[in-house]
Nanobody, 124 residues
Framework: QLQLVESGGGLVQPGGSLRLSCKAS????????IGWFRQAPGKEREGVSC???????YYSDSVKGRFTISRDNAKNTVYLQIDNLKPEDTGVYYC??????????????????WGQGTQVTVSS
């Protein structure tokens, strides 16, 4: 069964950190670009970061300098380190996989598999 499973979300105070994980099963993550997307309450889903199959990375302007994407192909897992969390980072975070994505692209229909999401809440 092909699937992505996110974990690592939670409730954190502003300025705190989280590390989200996206573990793939049923396929080899190294052959895929992985995107991280988030959806805040009442807003559209947006792309925040990507790690391509050629190890190119992308960050949206709103997260640049605070989010770091990395991958451990041996563990078939991609991570999203989130530092200096802000209340506007609150939302459900999803990872998605796009086959043989050499250059990062946050175009959502281009992703083949999606995880179920993990909730991140930033509040004091």
């Amino acid at each position: 069964q092909l699937q992505l499973v996110e974990s690592g979300g939670g409730l954190v105070q502003p300025g705190g950190s989280l590390r989200l994980s996206c573990k793939a099963s049923g396929f080899t993550l190294a052959n895929y670009g992985i995107g991280w997307f988030r959806q805040a309450p009442g807003k559209e889903r947006e792309g925040v970061s990507c790690s391509s199959s050629a190890d190119n990375t992308y960050y949206s302007d709103s997260v640049k300098g605070r989010f770091t994407i990395s991958r451990d192909n041996a563990k078939n897992t991609v991570y999203l380190q989130i530092d200096n969390l802000k209340p506007e980072d609150t939302g459900v975070y999803y990872c998605a996989a796009s086959y043989f994505q050499v250059m990062c692209d946050m175009y959502m229909p281009g992703y083949d598999y999606w995880g179920q999401g993990t909730q991140v809440t930033v509040s004091s």
